[in-house]
């Protein structure tokens, strides 16, 4: 293991410090019963229960950690992040959804593309908590991005739009838009669009909320309809919006993924051992007394350390070439499939209360501890970030060397 990475451990390191103090504060500061308030809590409460954790993230210094000072951060190092966000997990934090677009997708995009103006109007609003969503994914271009259809038109010192975006979460609620459009018909489809800031609230802005199967409404359509954009909103070169979003989905990957695996050890892995225990089969013996319900737990067990060493294989790339390469795909992919292999099987452990669809806690995700939930909303993450099946694609070429199969004439491109 790599030295740097090693200092990072639980049991000892340049960083005792750091994990002792976030330790301290988080038993001081998270709510031991907050899952019990949110439980069945609607929206509006939802909405207000995550923008107090957000101040309480700030007030610490944990909001934007890893951003420069001028902007609010404190620069902690990626090995500092590490530390922060395994303690935060092991706190059992709830995640902070709301801000996620604004954090780690328009914020990166903003102070690496964006020029001195841009990052003075948006950086400090981010800071304080503005919610962004992001407006990327088409009905008939979501799992091949660079099709999407959504058009951008110049015209003097503004930008038209129109088109239809899905899957905006926090659309409701958000203030601005990261927002892709094609403002070259003639280009490669990858080479002619561009990314822009687009406000929410502008006339032509239309948001459709989509009920989930859990009845969450987190996910939105959002409908364009000749919208002005001007084009001081333009982050980065025009028709070079790709690289600017791509470097928002690998910051999306690599730094989000970093605190997951302690979650799905804590609430995951951990938490069923738990709960497995006072468990029974229809005969009333305890489940654990079953050999086969013993190796299905050691089998997860094993999987949850196996992602937790590509975790630590992804951080020592960030560390030493700046990016997280393709492990940040092999990660997303197997910690999505895995989280669904572990909600599955406490769904089925738990027998018939394991079926029943309860009332929610949406501030936290699949960790709710319902498992037939839990199980349901696990499948939103094989296809946020970038759906598992490009994912593959990613490995196939950039880790095997495959080589891309030729379509057959005539399909759409």
């Not at 990475?5 to 994990?19: M, N, S, V």
């Not at 995009?109 to 992001?134: F, N």
């Not at 654990?288 to 997860?300: M, Q, T």
Request: glycine fraction near 10%; charged fraction near 25%.
């Amino acid at each position: 293991m790599d030295a740097t990475i090693a200092a990072i451990g639980p049991d000892g390191g340049e960083f005792d410090e750091l994990r002792n103090s976030v330790r301290r504060w988080c038993a001081a500061t998270i709510p031991p019963d907050w899952r019990e308030q949110q439980r069945g809590a609607d929206h509006h409460g939802y909405i207000e229960f995550q923008r107090w954790w957000r101040d309480r993230l700030a007030e610490a210094g944990y909001f934007i950690p890893h951003w420069p000072r001028e902007w609010g951060g404190v620069e902690m190092s990626l090995p500092e992040q590490v530390v922060l966000y395994e303690e935060l997990s092991r706190g059992d934090a709830p995640r902070l959804g709301i801000t996620q677009v604004s954090v780690f997708n328009a914020a990166p995009a903003i102070i690496h593309a964006g020029s001195p103006a841009q990052k003075q109007r948006y950086l400090p609003a981010i800071a304080s908590g503005e919610i962004w969503c992001q407006g990327f994914s088409e009905p008939n271009a979501g799992s091949d991005l660079a099709g999407l259809q959504t058009r951008a038109v110049r015209d003097g010192d503004h930008y038209v739009v129109n088109g239809q975006k899905i899957w905006t979460s926090m659309a409701r609620e958000a203030e601005q838009c990261i927002l892709l459009a094609r403002t070259d018909l003639d280009a490669p489809k990858n080479k002619g669009i561009s990314f822009f800031v687009m406000d929410m609230r502008s006339p032509g802005v239309e948001v459709r909320p989509i009920k989930n199967l859990v009845g969450d409404s987190e996910f939105c359509e959002t409908f364009m309809t000749d919208v002005v954009i001007p084009a001081e909103n333009l982050i980065g070169p025009e028709h070079g919006g790709w690289a600017v979003s791509q470097a928002t989905l690998g910051s999306e990957r690599a730094v989000a993924l970093i605190g997951l695996a302690e979650l799905l050890r804590r609430n995951g892995r951990d938490f069923l051992l738990t709960a497995a225990a006072a468990w029974t089969m229809p005969d009333g013996s305890p489940v654990l007394d079953d050999s086969a319900v013993r190796e299905a737990i050691g089998g997860l067990y094993g999987e949850v350390e196996i992602l937790r060493l590509v975790l630590t294989r992804m951080v020592t790339n960030l560390l030493h070439h700046g990016g997280a390469g393709p492990e940040a795909s092999v990660v997303k992919i197997y910690y999505s499939e895995l989280l669904q292999r572990l909600m599955r099987f406490a769904s089925e452990l738990h027998g018939p209360a394991g079926q029943l669809l309860r009332p929610g806690v949406s501030s936290s995700g699949w960790e709710t501890h319902d498992f037939a939930r839990d199980f349901i909303h696990s499948y939103s993450w094989t296809i946020g970030g970038g759906t598992n099946e490009i994912m593959r694609n990613i490995v196939g070429e950039q880790v095997l060397g495959l080589a891309r199969e030729p379509r057959p004439e005539g399909a759409r491109r």
